[in-house]
């Protein structure tokens, strides 16, 4: 089992940053993939980017060079830097743990944007 809890949701401005963080109930190198998802309103849930245990990324493309996911395993968190968000970066962030047996998901925090 493998509990996930979110965390750096708020309101943000056009062209602001925020930094979501992600930690895990056991060490994430035991975790082959975590990642982040986002799902926006009435639109389907879309990868945004992931880790894997050995270290390699992995973005989609509307997130390159903006979003950067890091972890730190001693605190066994991953983060996910969101800079320069746009108004279609509003979405409900999830993060993802996947092991060879199961998919595991957090609660997911709210990213908005104030006018």
């Known amino acids: 089992q493998v509990q996930l809890v979110e965390s750096g949701g708020g309101l943000v401005q056009p062209g602001g940053s925020l930094r979501l963080s992600c930690a895990a109930s056991?060490?994430?190198?035991?975790?082959?993939?975590m990642g982040w998802y986002r799902q926006a309103p009435e639109k389907q849930r879309e990868l945004g980017a992931n880790?894997?245990?050995?270290?390699?990324?992995n973005y989609v493309d509307s997130v390159k060079g903006r979003f950067t996911i890091s972890r730190d395993s001693a605190k066994n968190t991953v983060y996910l830097q969101m800079n320069s968000l746009q108004p279609e970066d509003t979405s409900v962030y999830y993060c993802?743990?996947?092991?060879?047996?199961?998919?595991?998901w957090g609660p997911g925090t709210q990213v908005t944007f104030s006018s």
């Open positions: 056991r060490s994430i190198f035991s975790i082959n993939v």
């Open positions: 880790i894997t245990s050995g270290g390699s990324t």
């Open positions: 993802t743990g996947r092991t060879f047996s199961q998919n595991y």
